[in-house]
């Protein structure tokens, strides 16, 4: 006497798909969720940020306003 069927191995079947489903279906939402939140605090961050030079960045763009001024 065979223990499973063909309807119990298909409802088993059925159920392994639909669990294997649901998982691949919770990874892709919260790797999007997890995306959304980076990017949206990265771009937050970059608008608060005040605009900042190193210093010899800053000598130099204070050298040539002085040198225009000058002209």
Known sequence: MKITNNRVLRASIKRILITIALIVTLILLVGFLTVSYVVGNSMV???????????KVTTLLLLKIDSMKKN
């Open 45 to 55: 961050e970059a608008k608060d940020k005040p605009l900042s030079y190193p210093q």
